[in-house]
């Protein structure tokens, strides 16, 4: 369990809170490229960490992400022109480029040098392997960008970012990757027999009696931890998964390499941006393109509004029970949600609530046990790093040392009591030369 005080400081992320100042020393994935398909093509209303922003594409084919509101008074810039080199405030004319200068101000006379005092606040962008990055903090040269596999591959070795809108606060959606042992439960098929349920992954069958063993080991970039199973003939499968600060995981998804994000917009709603790619060989086209539509087995999207917080909404929510299906839960599935990315992880985070409803889990009601090590750990993790970044201004050493961020996720078969950290060396490893390590024996 957390401390009332411990869980605000951990999952409160609006402008002037310790964990929002903290979460913008980072760059953060905000929307695919393809939201904005072309130059001066239409704005998107956005919003990240509480904040209100527009995004746009200017006439040279660079993004521009500023705040919703025009420094004259106020009109959301949404609703702008953006055309030659700009966004053209509706209301009256002010004009702004992508760097926030004011470059016409046409309601004050020619001779009037007013426009050199205007600014709107405007964000540096990074249109990166299909997704748009923002760097929404305070340093005026941005720190080094990310330099993860997924963000430094070849556009044509990654998919699509798959994104799943999660209506409830960032920390429990993303306290779902580190917890292995919902595979064998929520994830699980009823029996190595049972017939495959008609939509989704068929699940996740285990045959070790005992629950898996958690080992975690804390990094100056977050933590890694190996869960192992035992499977019967003298080895341990190790499913080992990363945390990086400050909201990305990875977890092992077969012969791709997967990062995936869990990005606020606010205190009551996150994405799950999830973005695979190839090490070493190029994404076939149509299934880059399918990525991006990971839902249809399940309906695809709901129609959005230009809110952000409609973006991404699954047809299959809380509103529906996520089209559970109660024979597939008879005849199939531990769980009748269908199995089709983190729907099932969803179900069970989002209809977490604090006092009055708030979507925001109250960890002082909780009780974790050993199978909760990493998620411990990493709720640690944070809670130090953002009491660092409070008293001293140091922040995570990943926000420079961007090195940092060359690791992969693992899973590897070994003799049992094997040393798992040593072994899985290069595994973890994106700069190993090795192709991803996907011993997945379980998912049947
Ligand atoms: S409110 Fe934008 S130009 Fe007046
Ligand atoms: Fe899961």
Known sequence: MLSHEDN???????????????????????????????????????????????MFRDSNGEMGCVVEACPHRGASMYFGRNEECGLRCAYHGWKFDTAGTCVDLPTEPRTSRFKEKIRIRAFPCRDVNHMVWVYLGPRETPPPFPRFELTTLPPEHCARPAIMMEEANWVQNMEGDLDSVHLDWIHKRLSKDAPPPPVGIPGFYNPDPDPPRLDVVRTDYGAYYSAARRLGDGTDWHRINQFIFPFHTMISVGDMVNLRSFVPLDDHYAMLISHSAFPNKVFPEDEALAMADAFAPVGGYLPRT???????????????????????????????????????????????????????????????????????????????????????????????????????????????????????????????????????????
């Open 306 to 444: 230009n809110d952000p917080r409609s973006y991404f909404n699954t047809a299959a929510n809380k509103r529906n029970d996520y089209h559970r299906n109660l024979e597939v839960e008879r005849e199939s599935m531990f769980n009748g949600i269908p199995f089709v990315l983190n729907l099932q992880d969803r179900a069970m985070t989002e209809l977490m609530c604090g006092p009055n409803d708030e979507p925001l889990y109250d960890r002082t009601q909780e009780h974790l046990g050993s199978s909760d090590a990493m998620v411990i750990a990493v709720r640690r993790q944070l809670l130090n790093a953002v009491k660092r970044f409070s008293e001293t201004g140091e922040v995570p050493a990943n926000v420079d040392d961007v090195e940092l961020d060359r690791v992969r996720a693992a899973t590897l078969v070994l003799p049992e009591g094997a040393d798992w950290r040593a072994l899985s060396a290069d595994g973890r490893n994106a700069d190993s030369g090795l192709p991803p390590s996907a011993d997945v024996p379980l998912i049947i």
């Open 8 to 54: 605000e400081l951990l999952c409160r992320v609006g402008p002037g809170t310790p964990m929002g100042d903290l979460l913008r020393q980072y760059w953060v994935p905000a929307l695919p490229s393809a939201e904005f398909p072309g130059p001066d093509s239409p704005p998107k209303r956005m919003r990240l960490l509480g904040e209100n922003l527009v």
